[in-house]
Antibody
Framework: QVQLVESGGGVVQPGGSLRLSCEAS????????MHWVRQAPGKGLEWVTF????????YYADSMRGRVAISKDNSKTMLYLQMSRLRVEDTAVYYC?????????????WGQGTLVTVSS | QTVVTQEPSFSVSPGGTVTLTCALR?????????PSWYRQTPGQAPRTLIY???TRSFGVPDRFSGSVLGNKAALTITGAQADDESDYYC??????????FGGGTRLTVL
Protein backbone atom coordinates (compact mmCIF):
# COMPACT_ATOMS: atom_id res chain seq x y z
CA GLN A 1 0.00 0.00 0.00
CA VAL A 2 1.03 3.60 -0.53
CA GLN A 3 3.07 4.96 2.34
CA LEU A 4 4.51 8.42 2.79
CA VAL A 5 6.65 9.17 5.82
CA GLU A 6 7.84 12.69 6.50
CA SER A 7 10.83 13.57 8.63
CA GLY A 8 13.17 16.45 9.32
CA GLY A 9 10.88 18.71 11.31
CA GLY A 10 11.99 20.41 14.47
CA VAL A 11 12.65 23.72 16.13
CA VAL A 12 14.57 26.33 14.17
CA GLN A 13 15.32 29.98 14.81
CA PRO A 14 13.89 32.71 12.60
CA GLY A 15 16.09 33.12 9.56
CA GLY A 16 17.24 29.53 9.78
CA SER A 17 17.02 26.66 7.35
CA LEU A 18 15.61 23.17 7.41
CA ARG A 19 15.25 20.29 4.99
CA LEU A 20 12.19 18.09 5.16
CA SER A 21 12.14 14.62 3.67
CA CYS A 22 9.33 12.34 2.58
CA GLU A 23 10.10 8.67 2.05
CA ALA A 24 7.71 6.98 -0.35
CA SER A 25 6.92 3.30 -0.73
CA UNK A 26 4.25 1.00 -2.11
CA UNK A 27 4.03 2.58 -5.56
CA UNK A 28 6.16 3.53 -8.55
CA UNK A 29 7.46 6.82 -7.19
CA UNK A 30 8.99 7.89 -10.49
CA UNK A 31 5.59 7.92 -12.14
CA UNK A 32 3.83 10.36 -9.84
CA UNK A 33 3.82 14.05 -9.09
CA MET A 34 4.21 15.09 -5.48
CA HIS A 35 3.03 17.99 -3.30
CA TRP A 36 3.89 19.65 -0.01
CA VAL A 37 1.01 21.12 1.99
CA ARG A 38 1.25 22.80 5.39
CA GLN A 39 -1.09 23.55 8.25
CA ALA A 40 -0.36 26.18 10.88
CA PRO A 41 -1.63 25.44 14.40
CA GLY A 42 -5.40 25.77 14.48
CA LYS A 43 -5.55 26.86 10.83
CA GLY A 44 -6.54 25.33 7.53
CA LEU A 45 -4.55 23.57 4.86
CA GLU A 46 -2.23 25.65 2.69
CA TRP A 47 -0.71 24.34 -0.53
CA VAL A 48 3.03 25.02 -0.66
CA THR A 49 4.58 23.42 -3.72
CA PHE A 50 4.29 20.73 -6.36
CA UNK A 51 6.70 18.81 -8.58
CA UNK A 52 6.07 16.74 -11.66
CA UNK A 53 6.90 13.03 -11.80
CA UNK A 54 10.31 13.59 -13.35
CA UNK A 55 11.22 16.69 -11.37
CA UNK A 56 11.11 18.71 -14.54
CA UNK A 57 8.41 21.18 -13.48
CA UNK A 58 8.11 22.80 -10.07
CA TYR A 59 5.58 25.30 -8.80
CA TYR A 60 5.35 27.32 -5.60
CA ALA A 61 2.81 29.26 -3.62
CA ASP A 62 3.53 32.97 -3.40
CA SER A 63 3.84 32.74 0.39
CA MET A 64 6.98 30.65 0.19
CA ARG A 65 8.36 31.25 -3.32
CA GLY A 66 12.04 32.12 -3.17
CA ARG A 67 12.46 30.58 0.28
CA VAL A 68 11.71 26.93 -0.49
CA ALA A 69 12.83 24.44 -3.07
CA ILE A 70 11.17 21.13 -3.83
CA SER A 71 13.13 18.21 -5.25
CA LYS A 72 12.52 14.56 -6.01
CA ASP A 73 15.05 11.74 -6.07
CA ASN A 74 13.36 8.96 -7.98
CA SER A 75 16.27 6.57 -7.44
CA LYS A 76 15.82 6.85 -3.65
CA THR A 77 12.02 7.32 -3.73
CA MET A 78 12.47 10.49 -1.71
CA LEU A 79 10.83 13.89 -1.84
CA TYR A 80 12.47 16.90 -0.25
CA LEU A 81 11.57 20.42 0.80
CA GLN A 82 14.50 22.72 1.44
CA MET A 83 13.36 25.72 3.45
CA SER A 84 15.41 28.81 4.18
CA ARG A 85 14.94 32.26 5.75
CA LEU A 86 12.26 30.76 7.90
CA ARG A 87 9.78 33.03 9.67
CA VAL A 88 7.70 32.54 12.78
CA GLU A 89 4.63 32.28 10.54
CA ASP A 90 6.11 29.23 8.80
CA THR A 91 5.42 27.23 11.95
CA ALA A 92 3.18 24.39 10.80
CA VAL A 93 2.77 20.71 10.22
CA TYR A 94 4.13 19.95 6.76
CA TYR A 95 2.52 17.11 4.83
CA CYS A 96 3.74 15.46 1.67
CA UNK A 97 1.13 14.17 -0.70
CA UNK A 98 1.10 12.05 -3.83
CA UNK A 99 -0.63 13.39 -6.91
CA UNK A 100 -3.02 11.11 -8.67
CA UNK A 101 -0.95 11.33 -11.85
CA UNK A 102 2.35 12.32 -13.35
CA UNK A 103 1.63 15.98 -13.98
CA UNK A 104 -0.86 18.50 -12.65
CA UNK A 105 -3.03 16.45 -10.36
CA UNK A 106 -4.55 16.71 -6.90
CA UNK A 107 -3.42 14.68 -3.91
CA UNK A 108 -4.77 11.21 -3.31
CA UNK A 109 -2.46 9.95 -0.55
CA TRP A 110 -1.06 11.88 2.40
CA GLY A 111 1.73 11.37 4.87
CA GLN A 112 1.27 11.88 8.59
CA GLY A 113 3.14 15.18 8.62
CA THR A 114 6.18 16.63 10.35
CA LEU A 115 6.05 19.64 12.66
CA VAL A 116 8.25 22.65 11.99
CA THR A 117 8.46 25.23 14.75
CA VAL A 118 10.15 28.53 14.03
CA SER A 119 10.93 30.26 17.29
CA SER A 120 13.72 32.09 19.03
CA GLN B 1 -4.42 36.46 -5.33
CA THR B 2 -6.95 33.71 -5.89
CA VAL B 3 -9.31 33.06 -3.00
CA VAL B 4 -11.31 29.86 -2.61
CA THR B 5 -14.26 30.08 -0.26
CA GLN B 6 -16.13 27.46 1.75
CA GLU B 7 -18.85 27.72 4.36
CA PRO B 8 -17.05 28.11 7.71
CA SER B 9 -19.45 25.74 9.41
CA PHE B 10 -22.42 23.54 8.70
CA SER B 11 -24.58 21.18 10.68
CA VAL B 12 -26.53 18.12 9.66
CA SER B 13 -28.78 15.72 11.50
CA PRO B 14 -27.82 12.06 11.76
CA GLY B 15 -29.10 10.31 8.66
CA GLY B 16 -29.52 13.59 6.84
CA THR B 17 -28.00 14.98 3.66
CA VAL B 18 -25.69 17.95 3.45
CA THR B 19 -24.02 19.71 0.54
CA LEU B 20 -20.83 21.67 1.15
CA THR B 21 -19.65 24.07 -1.51
CA CYS B 22 -16.38 25.44 -2.82
CA ALA B 23 -16.32 28.68 -4.76
CA LEU B 24 -13.92 31.08 -6.38
CA ARG B 25 -14.23 34.60 -5.10
CA UNK B 26 -13.81 35.75 -8.70
CA UNK B 27 -15.19 33.40 -11.31
CA UNK B 28 -16.89 30.06 -11.65
CA UNK B 29 -15.59 26.65 -10.71
CA UNK B 30 -15.48 24.11 -13.52
CA UNK B 31 -14.04 20.60 -13.93
CA UNK B 32 -10.91 22.22 -15.35
CA UNK B 33 -10.12 23.30 -11.79
CA UNK B 34 -9.92 19.60 -10.81
CA PRO B 35 -11.95 20.24 -7.63
CA SER B 36 -11.03 17.81 -4.91
CA TRP B 37 -12.21 17.25 -1.35
CA TYR B 38 -10.47 16.19 1.82
CA ARG B 39 -11.60 15.39 5.34
CA GLN B 40 -9.59 15.94 8.48
CA THR B 41 -10.23 15.23 12.13
CA PRO B 42 -8.21 17.03 14.83
CA GLY B 43 -4.66 15.76 15.16
CA GLN B 44 -4.89 13.58 12.08
CA ALA B 45 -3.61 13.90 8.55
CA PRO B 46 -6.12 14.77 5.85
CA ARG B 47 -7.83 11.99 3.97
CA THR B 48 -8.82 12.26 0.32
CA LEU B 49 -12.53 11.84 -0.37
CA ILE B 50 -13.08 13.04 -3.93
CA TYR B 51 -10.74 14.15 -6.71
CA UNK B 52 -11.27 15.59 -10.16
CA UNK B 53 -14.81 16.75 -9.38
CA UNK B 54 -16.49 13.41 -8.76
CA THR B 55 -14.06 10.48 -8.49
CA ARG B 56 -14.15 8.82 -5.09
CA SER B 57 -10.81 7.90 -3.62
CA PHE B 58 -10.16 4.25 -2.79
CA GLY B 59 -12.29 3.03 0.07
CA VAL B 60 -14.53 6.08 0.27
CA PRO B 61 -18.19 5.04 0.60
CA ASP B 62 -20.70 6.13 -2.00
CA ARG B 63 -22.41 8.29 0.63
CA PHE B 64 -19.86 10.87 -0.51
CA SER B 65 -20.26 12.39 -3.94
CA GLY B 66 -18.78 15.34 -5.75
CA SER B 67 -20.13 17.56 -8.47
CA VAL B 68 -20.18 21.05 -9.92
CA LEU B 69 -23.41 22.81 -9.05
CA GLY B 70 -23.89 26.09 -10.84
CA ASN B 71 -20.65 27.97 -10.41
CA LYS B 72 -19.35 26.03 -7.42
CA ALA B 73 -17.88 22.62 -6.64
CA ALA B 74 -19.96 20.62 -4.24
CA LEU B 75 -19.51 17.73 -1.84
CA THR B 76 -22.69 15.93 -0.88
CA ILE B 77 -22.86 13.59 2.08
CA THR B 78 -25.94 11.43 2.39
CA GLY B 79 -26.92 9.40 5.42
CA ALA B 80 -24.71 11.50 7.69
CA GLN B 81 -23.11 9.60 10.55
CA ALA B 82 -21.63 10.80 13.80
CA ASP B 83 -18.11 10.10 12.61
CA ASP B 84 -18.64 12.39 9.61
CA GLU B 85 -18.07 15.21 12.05
CA SER B 86 -14.82 16.66 10.67
CA ASP B 87 -13.25 19.55 8.85
CA TYR B 88 -13.74 19.38 5.10
CA TYR B 89 -11.42 21.12 2.66
CA CYS B 90 -11.62 21.64 -1.05
CA UNK B 91 -8.73 22.45 -3.35
CA UNK B 92 -8.78 23.95 -6.83
CA UNK B 93 -6.19 24.13 -9.56
CA UNK B 94 -6.10 27.80 -10.57
CA UNK B 95 -3.59 27.58 -13.39
CA UNK B 96 0.17 27.97 -13.88
CA UNK B 97 0.81 25.00 -11.62
CA UNK B 98 -0.84 26.66 -8.63
CA UNK B 99 -3.31 24.98 -6.28
CA UNK B 100 -5.38 26.80 -3.67
CA PHE B 101 -7.21 25.31 -0.71
CA GLY B 102 -10.43 26.68 0.65
CA GLY B 103 -10.59 27.73 4.26
CA GLY B 104 -12.43 24.57 5.26
CA THR B 105 -15.88 23.76 6.59
CA ARG B 106 -16.40 22.38 10.06
CA LEU B 107 -19.25 19.90 9.87
CA THR B 108 -21.23 19.12 12.98
CA VAL B 109 -23.55 16.14 13.13
CA LEU B 110 -26.29 16.69 15.67
Amino acid sequence: QVQLVESGGGVVQPGGSLRLSCEASGFTFSGYAMHWVRQAPGKGLEWVTFIWYDGGNKYYADSMRGRVAISKDNSKTMLYLQMSRLRVEDTAVYYCGRGIGAGNSPIDHWGQGTLVTVSS
Amino acid sequence: QTVVTQEPSFSVSPGGTVTLTCALRSGSVSPSHYPSWYRQTPGQAPRTLIYNTNTRSFGVPDRFSGSVLGNKAALTITGAQADDESDYYCVLYVGSGIWVFGGGTRLTVL
